[in-house]
């Protein structure tokens, strides 16, 4: 039988020129763009090397917002994880009505970070909100902060609304990791005397071992790219306090029109990212030779 | 059962209870404060309490006042017509990488799993840029098509990870019989990933109604808006209507809830399946 080598180039051709399209080719745009002075409005402009990526070091907006990325992966990281993992491991006990539960637990997956934002919004309110009335309702109202107007709490704010949702993310992928748990491994350890400490640390965390790389590949990521629920909330302020990478890059690419310095904005988290998504592809197809 | 045994269930029931309701407070706030009018909830703001009368006035005002129902349609249009041409094209690609062996196919796997990766800030000013270029920016085509060549990488990765598991030997058997190449992939490989195509569906439509920054992007009319830019635009008008952001807030969230709540297995399973996304 003859095979006709052009074959899986016509299945592939639509999506792959579409992909190329509005994926691939605008990457190395976005490389061009960052080492000019392009302002999106003028028809010329004018290459200028590295100046953009020189600029950033400099521009205390810009490393704010990295700082924040940097407090955003680590409370994805060293909170989600733990409690995601904590709630995954409770609502996999085979207890009748755990399906209701989980259920429930999920629910924040479906949201958007529009609805979060808007709704955390009333949450976090300085006056009125939940969480103040909450504080001075049971007499801590000292504690009662008005968090999204004060720089120094407005990121930590952000990121307790995000958890929210990937606290619920994190407990997902456990859950389907906590599925290849070998049972019987975990009898017999429970045979062999192994306390319910020593069976969580020497058979289910070893075994969660890829949903745990899952996991926190998941969470680095999405850290850095966190952008609508800070847009909808505070749009970064006040004064960039809260403002984090995409944040910024939107704001001046596309409000203050330096498309050039945006773009550099958006090599630099590119290299960022590079890194963990390397990690990652490493973890993913180690086992699989046929790639 | 065994005393243990019991006391376990009590510890379970009462922490996954507690736990929930952590969980659900801010929805619960969001509908209850939808329900309620503008007089009671300036009056002294009790979150929890139930409105002293069931309102419809917050929906009523967000429906018909602040455009929620174009907003809508647009959702409804841009969310199903990019799930079906994703879901469409990335079968195709898929296809081809999961069973031909030809020259390119690791580096077409490679540039498709590497683009699902990237950043999408590395995108955002070459797209609008080509989309104003084309006449694409401000239309329904332009966020539609965008949407479809956004998903592919990770559409194309997720089903040729399930067709991969799919015994060659059935393809050739129908080789022998006669089927020609398009005929295998309609006749037999759709039928046989289906679940995958479900899965994945669910979660497309899923991700792509609750999109916000490249509708923000690319689209500009208040008329061609989706839903969750008409919420933001509406956030300025009515910000201190609290009852007409929350009833607005909830009719955005609604839809993607009863998919997941109809569609939970699937959801799950794809959500699982292709974790590196959303």
Same mark, same amino acid.
């Given at each position: 039988?003859?095979?006709?080598?052009?074959?899986?180039?016509?299945? #592939?051709? =639509?999506? #792959?020129?579409?992909?190329?399209?509005?994926?691939?080719?605008?990457?190395?745009?976005?490389?061009?763009?960052?080492?000019?002075?392009?302002?999106?409005?003028?028809?010329?402009?004018?290459?200028?090397?590295?100046?953009?990526?020189?600029?950033?070091?400099?521009?205390?907006?810009?490393?704010?917002?990295?700082?924040?990325?940097?407090?955003?992966?680590? $409370?994805?990281?060293?909170?989600?994880?733990?409690?995601?993992?904590?709630?995954?491991?409770?609502?996999?006990?085979?207890?009748?009505?755990?399906?209701?539960?989980?259920?429930?637990?999920?629910?924040?997956?479906?949201?958007?970070?529009?609805?979060? $934002?808007?709704?955390?919004?009333?949450?976090?309110?300085?006056?009125?909100?939940?969480?103040?009335?909450? =504080?001075?309702?049971?007499?801590?109202?000292? #504690?009662?902060?008005?968090?999204?107007?004060?720089?120094?709490?407005?990121?930590?704010?952000?990121?307790?609304?995000?958890?929210?949702?990937?606290?619920?993310?994190?407990?997902?992928?456990?859950?389907?990791?906590?599925?290849?748990?070998?049972?019987?491994?975990?009898?017999?350890?429970?045979?062999?005397?192994?306390?319910?400490?020593?069976?969580?640390?020497?058979?289910?965390?070893?075994?969660?071992?890829?949903?745990?790389?899952?996991?926190?590949?998941?969470?680095?990521?999405?850290?850095?790219?966190?952008?609508?629920?800070?847009?909808?909330?505070?749009?970064?302020?006040?004064?960039?306090?809260?403002?984090?990478?995409?944040?910024?890059?939107?704001?001046?690419?596309?409000?203050?029109?330096?498309?050039?310095? $945006?773009?550099?904005?958006?090599?630099?988290?590119?290299?960022?990212?590079?890194?963990?998504?390397?990690?990652?592809?490493?973890?993913?197809?180690?086992?699989?030779?046929?790639? | 059962?065994?005393?243990?045994?019991?006391?376990?269930?009590?510890?379970?029931?009462?922490?996954? !209870?507690?736990?929930?309701?952590?969980?659900?407070?801010?929805?619960?706030?969001?509908? &209850? !404060?939808?329900?309620?009018?503008?007089?009671?909830?300036?009056?002294?703001?009790?979150?929890?309490?139930?409105?002293?009368?069931?309102?419809?006035?917050?929906?009523?005002?967000?429906?018909?006042?602040?455009?929620?129902? /174009?907003?809508?349609? @647009?959702?409804?249009?841009?969310?199903? *017509?990019? /799930?079906?041409?994703?879901?469409? %094209?990335?079968?195709?690609?898929?296809?081809?990488?999961?069973?031909?062996?030809?020259? &390119?196919?690791?580096?077409? %796997?490679?540039?498709?799993?590497?683009?699902? &990766?990237?950043?999408?800030?590395?995108?955002?000013?070459? *797209?609008?840029?080509?989309?104003?270029?084309?006449?694409?920016?401000?239309?329904?085509?332009?966020?539609?098509?965008?949407?479809?060549?956004?998903?592919?990488?990770?559409? !194309?990765?997720?089903?040729?990870?399930?067709? *991969? /598991?799919?015994?060659?030997?059935?393809?050739?058997?129908?080789?022998?019989?006669?089927?020609? +190449?398009?005929?295998?992939?309609?006749?037999?490989?759709?039928? %046989?990933?289906?679940?995958?195509?479900?899965?994945?569906?669910?979660?497309?439509?899923?991700?792509?109604?609750? +999109?916000?920054?490249?509708? %923000?992007?690319?689209?500009?009319?208040?008329?061609?808006?989706?839903? /969750?830019?008409?919420?933001?635009?509406?956030?300025?008008?009515?910000?201190?209507?609290? @009852?007409?952001?929350?009833?607005?807030?909830?009719?955005?969230?609604?839809?993607?809830?009863?998919?997941?709540?109809?569609?939970?297995?699937?959801?799950?399973?794809?959500?699982?399946?292709?974790? *590196?996304?959303?």
């Amino acid at each position: 039988m003859k095979k006709k080598w052009w074959i899986p180039y016509a299945f #592939l051709a =639509l999506p #792959l020129t579409m992909y190329l399209i509005w994926v691939i080719i605008p990457i190395f745009q976005t490389v061009i763009i960052s080492f000019t002075d392009w302002d999106s409005v003028s028809p010329s402009y004018n290459f200028i090397g590295l100046e953009n990526y020189k600029m950033l070091f400099y521009d205390y907006y810009f490393l704010t917002s990295l700082l924040n990325n940097i407090k955003w992966m680590v $409370g994805f990281v060293i909170v989600a994880i733990p409690i995601g993992l904590g709630i995954a491991m409770l609502m996999d006990q085979k207890f009748k009505g755990n399906k209701f539960f989980k259920t429930m637990m999920y629910l924040p997956m479906t949201l958007s970070f529009v609805v979060i $934002g808007e709704i955390w919004t009333w949450i976090l309110e300085p006056n009125h909100g939940v969480i103040n009335e909450f =504080l001075r309702g049971i007499g801590l109202g000292n #504690l009662a902060k008005p968090w999204l107007s004060d720089p120094n709490l407005v990121t930590y704010a952000l990121i307790f609304a995000a958890l929210w949702r990937q606290i619920s993310y994190a407990m997902v992928l456990f859950l389907a990791g906590l599925q290849s748990v070998p049972t019987e491994q975990v009898e017999a350890a429970y045979v062999d005397g192994a306390n319910s400490w020593q069976r969580f640390w020497y058979v289910i965390l070893p075994a969660l071992r890829p949903a745990m790389v899952i996991a926190i590949t998941v969470n680095i990521i999405d850290s850095l790219r966190a952008f609508d629920i800070v847009f909808v909330i505070t749009r970064g302020g006040p004064f960039y306090s809260s403002s984090v990478m995409a944040n910024y890059m939107y704001i001046e690419s596309f409000n203050n029109y330096n498309m050039g310095y $945006g773009a550099s904005i958006a090599v630099i988290q590119f290299f960022i990212t590079l890194g963990f998504i390397i990690w990652y592809l490493i973890n993913s197809f180690k086992k699989e030779d046929n790639l | 059962m065994t005393k243990t045994a019991i006391y376990k269930k009590y510890l379970f029931y009462i922490l996954s !209870t507690i736990i929930v309701i952590i969980w659900l407070i801010p929805f619960v706030i969001a509908v &209850l !404060t939808s329900f309620k009018t503008m007089d009671e909830i300036s009056f002294g703001a009790n979150w929890f309490r139930l409105p002293k009368k069931w309102s419809l006035e917050g929906y009523i005002t967000a429906w018909k006042n602040a455009h929620i129902y /174009t907003y809508y349609l @647009n959702t409804f249009l841009i969310a199903a *017509v990019s /799930t079906l041409g994703a879901l469409f %094209l990335s079968s195709l690609g898929a296809y081809a990488l999961s069973w031909y062996d030809f020259k &390119l196919r690791k580096p077409i %796997l490679i540039t498709f799993v590497a683009g699902m &990766l990237i950043p999408f800030q590395m995108l955002l000013i070459p *797209v609008y840029k080509f989309s104003v270029n084309t006449g694409l920016y401000d239309t329904y085509p332009g966020l539609i098509l965008f949407h479809i060549a956004f998903q592919l990488g990770f559409c !194309t990765f997720f089903l040729r990870n399930f067709m *991969v /598991t799919i015994p060659k030997s059935i393809f050739e058997a129908a080789k022998i019989d006669g089927a020609n +190449d398009f005929k295998i992939y309609y006749s037999i490989m759709l039928p %046989l990933i289906k679940p995958a195509i479900a899965a994945l569906g669910i979660l497309e439509f899923t991700w792509i109604w609750n +999109d916000y920054l490249w509708a %923000l992007i690319l689209i500009q009319s208040d008329t061609k808006k989706p839903i /969750t830019l008409g919420l933001t635009t509406l956030q300025g008008q009515w910000v201190t209507s609290w @009852n007409v952001i929350a009833a607005a807030s909830i009719l955005a969230a609604i839809v993607p809830i009863i998919v997941f709540l109809m569609f939970q297995k699937y959801f799950i399973q794809g959500l699982t399946m292709g974790s *590196v996304k959303g």
